[in-house]
Nanobody, 122 residues
Framework: QVQLVESGGGLVQAGGSLRLSCAASESTFSFNAIGWYRQAPGKQRELVATISNAGNTNSADSVKGRFTISKDNAKNTVNLQMNSLKPEDTAVYYC????????????????WGQGTQVTVSS
């Protein structure tokens, strides 16, 4: 069973920075894409940024120019550098790893971490 463990959340003032990390129990090469989603109170979970096996990135318009996603295949980690944080970035941030075909479930499958809280004060 794949495990994803997030770290790096916390409380920061508006304009500040945080760096989130997600450690995967299996090689990041084994996933078609890995990245971050977030869910604010009363809202649906939304994409923040993902990075494909080939290194292509995809991010929400709301974070472009402020957040940067990267992965370290040697350490099986994916990181999210968050700069110029805004109060509206406050949410629980979830690490996600996707396989277009998972050999355990015999279908596409998304793995999720437990989430880490990010709170941005104004």
């Amino acid at each position: 069973q794949v495990q994803l463990v997030e770290s790096g959340g916390g409380l920061v003032q508006a304009g500040g920075s945080l760096r989130l990390s997600c450690a995967a129990s299996e090689s990041t090469f084994s996933f078609n894409a890995i990245g971050w989603y977030r869910q604010a109170p009363g809202k649906q979970r939304e994409l923040v940024a993902t990075i494909s096996n080939a290194g292509n990135t995809n991010s929400a318009d709301s974070v472009k120019g402020r957040f940067t996603i990267s992965k370290d295949n040697a350490k099986n980690t994916v990181n999210l550098q968050m700069n110029s944080l805004k109060p509206e970035d406050t949410a629980v941030y979830y690490c996600n790893a996707r396989r277009e075909y998972d050999s355990t479930y015999h279908r596409p499958y998304d793995y999720w971490g437990q989430g880490t809280q990010v709170t941005v004060s104004s």
